[in-house]
């Protein structure tokens, strides 16, 4: 027996448990929430990866400037100016 539209398909649990659904058994609302503890633990890596990337950027800029006076200085000695 095919239903007619999407409203009436139902699953099993819909079928046989129209009751809600029960806690654990060590559940305490009172406790920190998980958003509160991965927050602080976000906030905390946040730092780190900051950290991380600026002393990242310092090394760039440090290779880019010495790669760059690299070039002029070979370019300097095969034009024979400077």
């Given amino acids: 027996m095919a239903a007619s539209n999407?409203?009436?398909?139902?699953?099993?649990a819909d079928q046989w448990d129209n009751g809600?659904?029960?806690y654990p058994a060590n559940y305490?609302?009172?406790?920190?929430?998980t958003?509160?503890?991965y927050t602080k633990k976000v906030g905390e890596e946040f730092g780190k990866t900051k950290s991380v990337a600026?002393?990242?950027?310092?090394?760039?800029k440090?290779?880019?400037?010495?790669g760059f006076?690299?070039?002029k200085d070979k370019y300097h000695k095969t034009t024979g100016k400077q």
Avoid: F, L, N, Q
Wanted: proline letters at 9%; a positive charge.
């Fill in 69 to 71: 006076h690299w070039i």
């Fill in 35 to 37: 958003k509160d503890k």
């Fill in 28 to 33: 305490d609302p009172s406790k920190t929430s």
């Fill in 20 to 22: 809600p659904d029960p």
């Fill in 6 to 12: 999407s409203y009436e398909v139902t699953s099993w």
């Fill in 62 to 66: 440090t290779g880019a400037h010495v």
């Fill in 54 to 60: 600026s002393s990242g950027m310092k090394k760039v």
